[in-house]
């Protein structure tokens, strides 16, 4: 079975490409939500079924679907801190499923805290269940070289590895550009984000994933602010203090400190 992890609902807008092709190829997979997404007053229930929308278009059941964040109160905004119940909820739900062969998670980039702690629980997934190599991270959002709270959009960043990119046909192009307006409770965040994302689908027109490493978790995700500090959601130094705990607590850590 192949694992996505995905912070939130509507992250799922990167990865449409690789879950279509799952669906076409009958590949077993499952989507697991590791935040309830009700940050700022957004309303779960709705974001939820936003996704579900998104995701049936493209042949996704709803079976398929996991809110586990939700299920589990995990807050959004807050999952660096939320580490121990959100890995020992990932884990029931893996226990009680066929073998993980694959894990596709956001990159490690700093855009949003979320995205770089579900980065690091699906860095252990893969560990435990011994697929590091056929796992793979996507990038959503960083401010790398941007003053501010600028960022760039589906931008992988150079040290996280060797990008792999396949091709999106004109059709499907354009219809995730129609799938994206779906994400009306997010009206104010897809403001900023889908102007990058038409560019991208019209000018690139690929999805690029990149490998994965435990190593590359030891270095910042780029120089200078990370997005997630420059908007006053976290420290960088007190995520790292939360990523050094839960990795020590499951024999994780390698001999150097986070």
């Known amino acids: 079975m192949r694992l996505y992890l995905l912070p939130h609902q509507d992250d799922e807008f990167a990865l449409l490409k690789s879950i279509s092709d799952d669906v076409f190829a009958d590949r077993d997979f499952a989507l697991l939500y590791l935040t309830d997404g009700a940050y700022g007053g957004s309303v779960s229930e709705i974001r939820n079924r936003e996704s579900l929308t998104v995701l049936e278009s493209v042949g996704v059941s709803a079976e398929q679907v996991h809110f586990i964040g ?4 995990l807050q959004d905004g807050s999952l660096h801190s939320q580490f121990k119940l959100a890995w020992q909820t990932i884990l029931t739900f893996t226990e009680s499923h066929s073998c ?43 401010g790398q070289g941007l003053p501010w709270v600028f960022y760039k959009v589906l931008s ?26 779906c994400y ?75």
């Open 70 to 73: 939700l299920d589990y109160r």
């Open 100 to 142: 993980i062969d694959s894990v596709y998670m956001p990159a490690w980039e700093g855009g949003h805290q979320d995205h770089d702690a579900a980065h690091i629980l699906g860095l252990c997934i893969a560990e435990k269940y011994s697929c590091l190599a056929e796992s793979r991270q996507i990038a959503l959002y960083h």
């Open 156 to 181: 992988p960043l150079v040290p996280n590895g060797k990008t792999i990119n396949t091709r999106i046909p004109w059709a499907q192009r354009l219809q995730f550009l129609r799938l994206f307006l």
């Open 184 to 258: 009306r409770s997010q009206l104010k965040t897809w403001l900023g984000l889908y102007p990058f994302v038409f560019i991208n689908m019209i000018f690139h027109g690929m999805e690029s994933v990149q490998p994965v490493s435990f190593k590359r978790i030891y270095q910042s995700p780029h120089h200078g602010k990370l997005l997630y500090e420059s908007r006053g959601h976290c420290l960088e130094q007190d995520f790292r203090a939360h990523v050094q705990k839960f990795l020590r607590e499951n024999h994780l850590l390698l001999d150097e400190d986070i």
